[in-house]
């Protein structure tokens, strides 16, 4: 509940000092309505702003009066943060390398803030340099000599920083008059760290009126304890109340304040969105206003409008990943927006030509068949190289302006709604922050530039303004001293609140602790915490304290700082269903039909596929209808190397320009192991070019040698280990092509290769690259792996009189290199199993009439259209299967979801 005194010294005109700007903007918009329900019909402003903007106040005003006598030029946040970048940059190239210099820097600048809010007002870091064990170059040291540097650096250029500023204002404070007899009131402070104390201790001494209070006191009513099943559970339990409460009592003001709001912005925003505004949901409602506004911010690089302008200055740059560049091509940003669809075609085509990265030509040249109009128009800027001298930061503002402007960013979507307005003004300050670097490094070359850039965007949080809404979620330290009608405060479980101490490294753990520096120890977080408890139990008339049952799979209780809260937690009620599942649970009965079935297919139609067709209508009838008549596509992955369909590739190339050099197995004794191998390397070059020069082109030249190395390997450790202990055989027929008509539909083949054993038998081989069907599972009730047999049945219809008795699958592939097949007589290949081994079958006979029924039994299925999703092997295809989004097998009645996971 708010402090009254409060609006009485906003009344007077008194200045009102907060320690955040929410509340100072609370407390002006309170004193307004105070003022309009007293009658009012002009009043004055409330004089209400937060501690950093009152320390600018008086800062401007004491070099207005010249009363700054020694350093006056203060250095912006982004400058001094940039010098911090560069002084520990500096050490790690000369003395200590860092892994994360930019962490190492943030860590840094932070340590520098504490140094001064929470010490004497000295150099304190000195004497850290001068320890004893400072030559172990233990953290405290190092950040020592940082500090030297960045000190010497403020000294040198004249200038202050934010971290120092107030004590030059409390030394300026005798030379104000204007200071003294100025009322202000320091409201919602929960403590006041030492250099806070100095400052306002000399400016009471020169007359100003000062006082503090709380800007919420106590109500009659002690706060609920509630819990969730989960985290999510109780936040979604809080935004149904709040939403109960809007809508029950419009105009009032109802905070959701939670424990990890950073962690959780994006999880809370969209359970916010769900629950509390769920029509605006739909496409073209994002920059409606919502009932609720969402504190932290995130980072201005995140927003879309400003990652797409650093994205578009980095492309000019030099190439970026291609998945960076075609999510730019999609971009709403881009002029003509409604083409983005067209535009986002060309990932797929980068996709197929496996480019890792994509520069700015290549980009014109993909847009040209996408959209030429932009090709066009981006031609005409093509001129733009940035300067690989170095410019100055206001240099480098000016071409990237230039260039932004000409390359049509922000594209041309006529009215930007207000968040992407307030996004293109944060992107314009940070501009002008960039260009104030200059002042402690006047040049920068084009690729330090745009680092820089990128850095100071990564950390520059935006949060866009809001006109005020009945509900805010907040942060705790936001919400505490937060007038609220009511307030619920999630996650105080017992392992969270207090929190656990984490201090910083870079500051002895010593000073710390005799200064009760924030986040140093744990007595001083549970002092801390209490305080914080307090305040927020004051911050409405109804105020809840909540905390989760569970967390991550372990269970929480309730922080004993809640003690004071009345009884033992409560669930309150269901946990809100989301409104999707509201719509789906009110929907009424739909038909159920059944529609397994495609079109049959006409006799004597060619089927595209070959075996592989044959193969997915055994494992799955869906799988086949997708595939070979839908022609659905799953979308490419890019892999590091070659991907596994191109190694296959290279392999089959191998060995059929091996078997058409060495023709047999006479001829493979005939040469030593040393002319195998230069024979293989001969046909592995000639291999390679079944691949385009640009794919080959494509990848580094390391991954490209690698390949090659593993494929000649392969292949010889292949004929060496294989081929060279077979009893004789010549290679009869290489690359072959086959056609066989099975259940009225005809289908087509390659075959690798036929061999005519010593019995002059004939055997069918087929290589692998990957994953092999043992023999074993070849003739189950829905045959597996029937390549070979469908193989063995067109060259039996074309050749009636071959005596095919053998056939095997070549499996080469590191570590699972041997030899699959079947054999009427084992003594022509040992090691392949005899028919009798894998199956009942007395005779080869009665293989090739099994393969004849049974493959022609699928075939059939194909023919008649069936397509239903049944999976062999409760679903052990679908490990392997991409079209797992299409089917939606994971709904399918009587599988669930681990058995299709697991099997
Ligand atoms: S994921 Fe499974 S059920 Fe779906 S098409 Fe593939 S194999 Fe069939």
Known sequence: MLEPHLLAVLAAGHTVVTPNNRLARRLAALHDVAAREGGARTWAAAVAMPWSAWLD???????????????????????????????????????????????????????WNLLHAWGSGGASWRAWSQAADAAADNDPAAFARWAERYRARLNALGAIDHAGFPEVLLRTAASMPAWRDRNVVLAGFLEFAPQQTRLIAALIAVGMRITACDSVVPSEIRPRSAEGATPRDEVRMALSWARERALAQPG??????????????????????????????????????????????????SVPVVAMALDLLALAAGPLPMHDVALLLRSPY???????????????????????????????????????????????????????????????????RAWLGAVGWPGDRGVLDSAEHQAINAWEELLEAFAGIAAVEPLMRADDALTVLRSLAATQVFQPQSPTTPIQILGVLEAAGM????????????????????????????????????????????????????????????????HPRQRDDYPCMR???????????????????????????????????????????????YVRGGARVVEAQSDCPFRATALFRLDVEPWPSLPEGLDPAERGTLMHETMAAFWRKVDSHAALAGLASDAVADVVAGCSAQARARLPATRWARLPAAVAAGETRRLTGLACRWIEEYERPRPPFVVSRVETRAHVTLAGLSLRFTLDRVDTLADGTSAIIDYKTGHV????????????????????????????????????????????????????????????????????????????TWWHEALGALVGELRAGIATVTPRDNGEPCRRCELQPLCRIRSAPGLSNDEVSDA
Not at 581 to 590: E, G, N
Request: charged share 20%; net charge negative; aromatic share 6%.
């Open 57 to 111: 106040s008086l800062w401007r005003e004491a070099l207005t009066a010249g009363a700054v006598g020694e350093s006056s030029r203060l250095l912006p946040p982004a400058t001094a943060s940039h010098l911090w970048r560069r002084v520990v940059e500096a050490e790690a190239h000369s003395r200590t390398p860092l892994m994360d210099t930019g962490a190492a820097a943030s860590l840094a600048l932070e340590a």
């Open 252 to 301: 009032t003001t109802i905070g959701i304040a939670i424990e990890d709001l950073a962690q959780r912005r994006g999880e809370v925003r969209a359970l916010a969105e769900d629950l509390l505004c769920p029509a605006l949901q739909w496409p073209g409602r994002a920059a409606d206003l919502r009932p609720y506004s969402i504190s932290l911010g995130s980072p201005l690089a």
């Open 334 to 400: 881009l002029p003509e927006k409604q083409r983005w669809a067209d535009r986002a075609s060309v990932e797929r085509v980068w996709l197929d030509e496996g480019r890792r990265t994509v520069g700015w030509h290549e980009a014109l040249a993909a847009l040209q068949s996408v959209d030429s109009a932009l090709a066009h128009a981006w031609r005409a800027v093509r001129t733009f190289v940035p300067a690989q001298h170095a410019s100055s930061p206001r240099e480098w503002v000016g071409a990237w």
């Open 483 to 546: 007038p609220f009608d009511a307030l619920w405060v999630v996650g105080l479980s017992a392992d969270r609140w207090p929190a656990a101490p984490e201090p910083n490294p870079l500051l002895p753990l010593t000073w710390l602790r005799e200064r009760a520096a924030p986040r140093a120890t744990a007595a001083r977080e549970l002092a801390y915490t209490r305080v914080l408890t307090d305040v927020l139990a004051r911050g409405a008339e109804e105020v809840v304290f909540s």
């Open 559 to 605: 922080s004993t700082l809640l003690a004071d809260s009345e009884g033992e937690p409560t669930l309150l009620g269901d946990t809100p269903i989301s409104v999707a599942q509201a719509i789906a649970v009110a929907a009424a009965p739909l038909e159920s039909i059944s529609d397994e079935r495609a079109p049959p297919i006409a006799a004597g139609t």
């Open 773 to 848: 069907i043992p023999e074993a599972k070849w003739f189950d009730a829905r045959p597996r792996a029937p390549q070979l047999g469908l193989y063995a049945l067109a060259l039996l219809a074309e050749a009636p009189h071959e005596a095919i008795r053998t056939v095997a699958f070549a499996q080469i592939q590191p570590g699972e290199m041997r030899v699959h097949g079947i054999a009427a007589n084992p003594a022509t290949w040992p090691g392949l199993s005899s028919v009798s081994d894998v199956a009942w079958f007395a005779s080869w006979l009665q293989v090739e």
